[in-house]
């Protein structure tokens, strides 16, 4: 930190929602040398925070945008895996050669050794590349492979490591002995304790995994359906030099990409065996998963088995919170860790211990949220519940214990807008078919963006003709970062969006995140801004110059570029410039060395629902979302990230779940015939708010948005379906079957 | 006839439907039978023998008739993707389970994963790639965000096209109806709707504007 740095004041904070007070305050931030000054809440946008369309929603639209699976070259042959059908087990032979001899067919590689470990269904075990799919899988047909199977578990409750289920579900094991939470829990009035479970979400990203890959000579051209260019491009480079290959350059491009929700963040054995054939066969190959390997191979969100007891004041504060959750892993035993709410128990004794157990199926994949969805089912859930027994409205249970001022308002403000009171007034005719209900439950995420290592960094040009071009190699996964690089740069030089050309996904480009953890935007947002804020200042010193006036003079905006009544016109400044175009690199600084206004996002989401008593089908008829990201830069793009958040959630508390075959240790729904995504006839009446906080970290001061309203509703749904019944149903997804179940023992 | 998950306040749709080409085809023992029949005489056909191996057929795409070559197992997805470069319509599932292939055969939606593409051929056959930027169907998806990763997008809009034509003004029922094969992972469905409503209310012709 050699450079001086120069303070800045700003006001930051959000004006009211409606109905609670302003919280805007000031505060004195030091950018580092060089940065764009910070926007606050005070700055007038043009662009930014407004209703722009998605800037590649055209070419989508169309199908002219080329996805990974529709990238295609004269000779090019496609390609498929070998797939172990057993769970566990050793592969003790492997003959290729038929397939080999096989016309059409262009190489044939084993992807594991004999005498190796095969660690569950799906493991991949060889791969062909043919003229077409049709020959390939003819071709796999004609591989011999031969295996000694051992004994698996592909349900974690099977597993020695699991604890024991009672008949009614509760974890039947004594908790760790501890008297200080022991004296804290009977220090309460109101006590509870309840066990709850979710099961595996498949990310069922609507393009498979898979990769395209062409070389030329030692040059090695990938097109990757991933979440992750940069890294991608690293795990090929060191997987193909660790097989001995001569590896010149390696070039990634994602331009476009079918969805990942996390899945999508490495070339996985795909995406090297796609590699490996290619050098083979000496022609370019697509290797695009099928469903069943979509659903069974690249990760899941893993399933979860969580305790909770607790104790709640005299004034229904929480005096104690104790904890304990089981993560129901695939082979690698990890990934399963469940995340709850711990606001709520800032002030109390609390005791938080989590297991992850292993089983015979593919690993857990980071997945929207990773442990929030169900770790916050099972506690908004248990609040629900310990509201009951103390005769306290949930929405009053959270605005006594929720510490955060944001979730406040955003509590108070959506209890207002969804009908709250009136929800909770709702009285079912027990003798009636069809039970409404309400519930409510809370959102978190802590991504304010970071700056990288190196720092990720931006390309801003602006040419001749008066367009402009803000490049990245990160990746837009349908986010919208291409829409975010053109309103930034279009409010910092001031001029209409549709000058602006952005390009993502092309490691010729300067490096980004990974786009997980909703890092992306909060990540590259100040970068945007800082390339243009350069590019800027170059222009500047070539209209200062043809004006003849002081450069510090000469301001850039509202389409013009000059001093007082000298003003360029955009298109006649740009015409200064020569035939090589203004070039900028931005950085992304580290975020300022102040605390920002919130370290995080805050949601809250309401559901209401619909309960056929007689079938026991849950229908989500109503959900309003409230959800912060810091500065909301392209609003329709965040309502559409919140409002499918929503969807997802319906889908996740109603119908996902993966089945597994415990004999043969195969998913038996591994389709999307049996493996039920929500549809359009799930969708309920949805509406979201966007709540814009100026949180003065970074120049920009975006926060991230993937995550965080993904993890509200599930909890609310099930909160809702408590309502309706009468009786918590504990386990995830709400099934007709578990939610009869529950009101027969009401009845009983 | 009405099937018990049809909406109380949707017309049926008249031609052939995904459904009755499931059952024909489920019916009919005889190769290719489940289009075809809909719409030729049920006079004796001349046998004709193909493959193993490829031929050339020849399919009537977006108006213009193009030669493509194919084995008698080729899908009709397959033929447009690989054959034709037509990459519009996206291979999701292979299955007819999502809706992603979605191309409409004479004016019907068609999940094109589960048509072979000889039993294409002779049909009039319409894809994503014919609706141009300026088609009123196309600039509401864009003007109501109705897409994210955009990868279930060709086939929304291929089913949204189908409902606007045959419903003129859909009911939001109607509309979750004509969209319940289509999946959407990014959950664009709400706003899919709001997009065929806008074009709806326009009363411009969708699907009409040139493409590709």
């Known amino acids: 930190m050699s450079s001086p740095r120069e303070k800045v004041e700003i006001t930051v904070g959000y004006r009211s929602l409606g109905g609670q007070p302003d919280r805007l305050e000031k505060r004195t931030v030091d950018p580092e040398a060089g940065d764009a000054p910070p926007w606050d809440a005070n700055t007038k946008m043009q662009h930014v925070g407004g209703d722009h369309s998605r800037v590649d929603g055209f070419a989508k639209a169309t199908g002219r945008a080329k996805y990974t699976f529709d990238v295609t070259f004269p000779g090019m042959l496609q390609a498929m895996i070998l797939r172990s059908p057993v769970a566990r087990g050793k592969l003790t032979g492997l003959e290729l050669d038929d397939a080999r001899k096989m016309p059409g067919i262009g190489a044939v590689i084993a992807l594991k050794e004999i005498g190796s470990q095969v660690r569950f269904v799906g493991d991949a075990v060889a791969a062909v590349a043919g003229s077409n799919l049709n020959l390939v899988r003819d071709a796999l047909e004609k591989i011999r492979a031969a295996y000694d199977a051992e004994s698996h578990i592909v349900d974690y409750l099977q597993s020695p490591d699991a604890p024991l289920l009672a008949s009614d579900g509760e974890i039947d094991a004594e908790w760790p002995a501890e008297p200080e939470i022991e004296a804290a829990l009977a220090a309460g009035k109101t006590s509870h304790a309840a066990t709850y479970r979710t099961e595996v979400q498949t990310h069922s990203s609507l393009e498979s995994h898979g990769h395209v890959a062409r070389w030329d000579g030692n040059d090695l051209e990938v097109w990757a359906s991933t979440q992750a260019t940069f890294g991608v491009r690293g795990e090929l480079s060191r997987a193909l030099q660790a097989r001995g290959l001569d590896v010149g350059s390696v070039t990634v491009h994602a331009e476009f990409v079918g969805g990942g929700f996390g899945s999508k963040f490495g070339a996985g054995v795909e995406g090297l065996a796609c590699c490996l054939l290619a050098r083979e066969a000496d022609a370019p190959v697509k290797l695009m998963l099928d469903r069943f390997e979509e659903h069974t191979t690249t990760g899941n969100r893993p399933s979860a088995l969580m305790q909770a007891r607790a104790a709640l004041d005299e004034k229904g504060v929480f005096t104690a919170w104790d904890w304990r959750s089981f993560g129901g892993c695939g082979f690698n035993k990890s990934g399963g860790r469940v995340a709850f709410p711990e606001y709520y128990v800032g002030k109390a004794k609390t005791r938080n211990k989590h297991q992850d157990i292993a089983a015979d199926t593919d690993p857990a994949r980071s997945m929207r949220a990773p442990g929030h969805p169900q770790g916050f089912f099972g506690a908004e859930l248990f609040l629900d519940e310990l509201a009951a027994k103390a005769g306290i409205d949930p929405l009053e249970l959270r605005l006594r214990n929720d510490d955060t001022v944001i979730r406040r308002d955003q509590w108070q403000f959506g209890a207002a807008q969804f009908g709250w009171q009136q929800g909770r007034a709702i009285q079912n005719d027990p003798k009636a078919r069809y039970w409404r209900g309400v519930g409510l439950a809370s959102a978190r995420w802590f991504q304010l963006g970071n700056a990288g290592r190196p720092p990720h960094g931006i390309t801003c040009r602006i040419h001749q003709d008066g367009t402009v071009e803000s490049r990245s190699g990160a990746q837009d996964i349908g986010t919208g970062l291409k829409t975010v690089l053109t309103l930034l740069t279009a409010e910092e030089l001031g001029i209409e969006p549709k000058l602006v050309k952005a390009t993502t996904g092309h490691t010729g480009d300067p490096s980004g995140p990974g786009s997980g953890g909703s890092t992306t935007t909060p990540s590259l947002a100040p970068a945007v801004r800082h390339a243009a804020f350069l590019a800027k200042q170059q222009l500047v010193e070539l209209a200062a110059k043809h004006l003849g006036v002081p450069v510090g003079e000469v301001t850039c905006g509202n389409g013009t570029v000059g001093k007082g009544t000298a003003q360029l016109p955009w298109a006649e400044a740009c015409k200064l410039i020569g035939p090589n175009p203004i070039e900028a690199r931005g950085q992304r600084f580290n975020n300022y060395r102040e605390p920002p206004f919130h370290r995080g996002v805050c949601g809250a989401q309401f559901a209401e629902v619909q309960v056929d008593s007689w079938t026991g089908l849950v229908k989500v008829t109503r959900m309003l979302g409230i959800q912060d990201c810091g500065r909301v830069i392209a609003k329709k793009l965040a309502e559409s990230q919140v409002l499918g958040a929503m969807i997802q959630g319906v889908s996740y508390a109603v119908h996902e779940q993966r089945i597994m075959d415990h004999a043969s240790g195969r998913m038996l729904n591994g389709d999307f015939l049996r493996y039920k995504i929500a549809g359009s006839v799930d969708l309920p009446e949805l509406r979201c708010i966007m709540h814009s906080i100026d949180n003065g970290h970074d120049n920009v001061g975006a926060a991230g948005l993937g995550e965080p309203p993904s993890v509200a509703a599930p909890a609310a749904i099930a909160n809702a379906v408590f309502h309706a019944i009468g009786v918590p149903v504990r386990h995830l997804p709400l099934t007709p079957d578990k939610v009869l179940a529950a009101i027969a023992k009401r009845k009983a | ?212």
């Open chain 2, 1 to 212: 006839m009405t099937a018990p998950h049809d909406p109380p306040d949707g017309p049926r749709r008249s031609g052939f439907s995904r459904r009755s080409f499931l059952k024909g085809s489920a019916a009919a023992s005889v190769a290719g039978a489940g289009l075809v029949a809909a719409t030729e005489p049920l006079a004796p056909r001349k046998p004709e023998t193909y493959g193993p191996g490829e031929h050339e057929i020849k399919l009537r795409v977006n108006g213009q008739d193009r030669l493509v070559k194919v084995e008698t197992r080729t899908t009709l997805l397959d033929a447009l993707r690989d054959g034709l470069d037509l990459t519009g319509a996206k291979k999701i599932c292979d299955r007819g389970s999502c809706g992603g292939c979605t191309v409409l055969v004479e004016g019907e939606t068609v999940n094109s994963c589960l048509m072979l593409a000889m039993d294409a051929v002779g049909h009039d056959l319409q894809t994503v790639e014919s609706l141009g930027e300026n088609d009123p169907l196309i600039e509401s998806f864009v003007h109501c965000d109705a897409l994210q990763c955009g990868f279930c997008t060709p086939g929304m809009v291929m089913s949204s096209l189908a409902c606007l034509n045959h419903r003129g003004q859909p009911t939001k029922t109607q509309m979750a109806h004509d969209l319940s094969g289509n999946l959407c992972r990014c959950g664009t469905y709400g706003r899919v709707m709001e997009a065929i409503e806008r074009t709806a209310k326009s009363g411009k012709p969708a699907g009409k504007a040139g493409g590709r």
